[in-house]
């Protein structure tokens, strides 16, 4: 009875213990638990606090964002407006430049037509000035180089000589005239007077003498159909003017008909025609002119014969 009393205790004690230590091992957890939850908390907390720094910091740097963000939007805008007023005022400078180059090509396009109707309505006048001023040019060459004239005598047969042109040809044929070494250049000289000055040659006592003396068949022949007749119209003139007595005047008359048989124009009726004319033009006597004519070759029938048909 005893036995099992004792025994009955024994599993009553062991319980309570067991009990027991299952409370303080419980409460031992739970202190080690609340322990560490209380460590994990604070943890937690800590990062909590972290993060609201780390928002804080966020929310300072958007606004430094967003305010950088918006100045740089002001600027922009406002240098767009800016830019765009540039842009208006340099398409208004644009416009202009190019609506003045226009009214330049216009302009320039107005004078070329103009300057072409022109030519086209002047070119013979434009011609005519042009070659004289070439003319001109070649002749005043001849005062500082007077022995050129051998290169250039082609250029100013084939051209009309204005008066004033004579003492441009006859300055620089002095300054050859003594020199013997420009045999040429003289025989060129007397070529052009013959052609475009004979009045004004015979009138000038500097050259007079030197034109009647060259008075001959080659240079007769070198002339064209209306250079002879101008050739006869001029010396005609100048007999008329200054008669036929005085002995160059005589001799004009002499060298010129006899070499004018001996030219190629010998037989041109047409410039015999000519004569007869200007003997009427300048109220020469026939007779005096055939007589003293003759005096060149008195005994040359033919020749004689050749004048009579001329002057009867």
Not at 110 to 125: A, F, L, N, W
Not at 136 to 146: A, K, M, T
Not at 177 to 193: G, H, P, R
Not at 216 to 224: E, Q, R
């Amino acid at each position: 009875m005893k036995t099992n009393q004792s025994q009955k205790n024994k599993t009553i004690i062991f319980t309570l213990v067991f009990i027991l230590g299952i409370f303080f091992v419980s409460k031992l957890s739970y202190a080690q638990t609340w322990v560490q939850t209380q460590d994990k908390i604070k943890e937690n907390t800590q990062q909590i606090q972290n993060i609201e720094s780390k928002m804080t910091d966020l929310k300072d740097n958007y606004r430094l964002l967003y305010d950088g963000a918006k100045n740089q939007n002001d600027q922009l805008g406002n240098l767009i407006s800016y830019s765009g007023y540039i842009l208006a005022i340099l398409g208004l400078v644009l416009a202009w430049y190019i609506n003045r180059q226009y009214e330049k090509i216009k302009e320039m396009k107005d004078i070329v037509e103009s300057t072409k109707k022109y030519i086209d309505g002047h070119s013979e006048e434009l011609y005519e000035k042009i070659k004289r001023d070439e003319t001109v040019n070649l002749l005043d060459r001849l005062e500082n180089v007077p022995e050129d004239i051998t290169n250039i005598i082609q250029l100013l047969l084939s051209r009309d000589l204005f008066e004033e042109d004579y003492i441009r040809l006859k300055n620089p044929y002095l300054k050859i005239k003594n020199d013997t070494s420009q045999v040429m250049a003289k025989n060129s000289y007397i070529i052009l007077f013959m052609q475009h000055f004979p009045y004004q040659t015979l009138k000038d006592s500097d050259l007079k003498t030197d034109f009647i003396l060259s008075i001959n068949s080659h240079y007769l022949s070198t002339m064209f159909d209306r250079d002879m007749k101008n050739f006869f119209d001029q010396v005609f003139k100048y007999l008329k003017e200054f008669g036929v007595s005085d002995e160059q005047n005589k001799t004009i008359i002499k060298n010129l008909f006899y070499f004018y048989s001996k030219s190629r124009f010998q037989t041109c009726i047409e410039l015999q025609k000519f004569i007869k004319e200007l003997l009427v033009k300048y109220k020469l006597n026939n007779s005096d002119i055939s007589v003293i004519a003759k005096e060149q070759a008195p005994a040359d029938t033919a020749y004689t014969n050749w004048l009579d048909s001329i002057f009867t």
